[in-house]
T-cell receptor
């Protein structure tokens, strides 16, 4: 079985500050890991994915994540937050091509 | 390339009715999956279809069903609606086949309200 835990349902940062959204996973086999972003009244959009190549993965909009097998983590970071980054972020794990398991999501608020 | 299209975007039903939601995947994508999103339960996997066959199924009652057509378009049906079925239903398509996990491309969702 696979599962995802996102620590912190709400994260608030100031514009220009570091963004850190935490994700820990549980999987009995090597996982594929994803971060998605959801803006209000929209579907989810892929930010980045880990598929067993490089452990440091770069995505869109300046986001990146590092896969740490020893810590079973895949935290999402961005050096400098922008107002447009305010959204809900979901971490997902996939070990079965047709089924992804999502975390509960983290709402990011960016203060001016 | 057109994205994933879901119809209708919004709908209101009453308890006991049934509803059908439609999803057109990105051209060339053979995998279509459905998710239910609610504030309390988050994103819950409903089922996934690949080449007209249900390949995976989540833990939802039999009132929730789906199908996929030869052109990869998919529909999901919910019968005997309950208040708790009010949710955003998201469809996602993917190129994934066999054991390879591909990224999901989501539609904007169908927001169902049950009164």
């Amino acid at each position: 079985a696979q599962s995802v835990t996102q620590l912190g349902s709400h994260v608030s940062v100031s514009e220009g500050a570091l963004v850190l959204l935490r994700c820990n996973y549980s999987s009995s086999v090597p996982p594929y890991l994803f971060w998605y972003v959801q803006y209000p009244n929209q579907g989810l959009q892929l930010l980045l994915k880990y598929t067993s190549a490089a452990t440091l993965v770069k995505g869109i909009n300046g986001f990146e994540a590092e896969f740490k097998k020893s810590e079973t983590s895949f935290h999402l970071t961005k050096p400098s937050a922008h107002m447009s980054d305010a959204a809900e972020y979901f971490c997902a794990v996939n070990t079965n091509a047709g089924k992804s398991t999502f975390g509960d999501g983290t709402t990011l608020t960016v203060k001016p | 390339k057109a994205g994933v299209t879901q119809t209708p975007r919004y709908l209101i039903k009453t308890r006991g009715q049934q509803v059908t939601l439609s999803c057109s995947p990105i051209s060339g994508h053979r995998s279509v999956s459905w998710y239910q999103q609610t504030p309390g339960q988050g994103l819950q996997f409903l089922f996934e279809y690949f080449s007209e066959t249900q390949r995976n199924k989540g833990n939802f009652p039999g009132r929730f069903s789906g199908r996929q057509f030869s052109n990869s378009r998919s529909e999901m049906n919910v019968s005997t609606l309950e208040l708790g079925d009010s949710a955003l239903y998201l469809c996602a398509s993917s190129t994934s086949s066999g054991g390879v996990a591909g990224e999901l491309f989501f539609g904007e969702g169908s927001r169902l309200t049950v009164l």
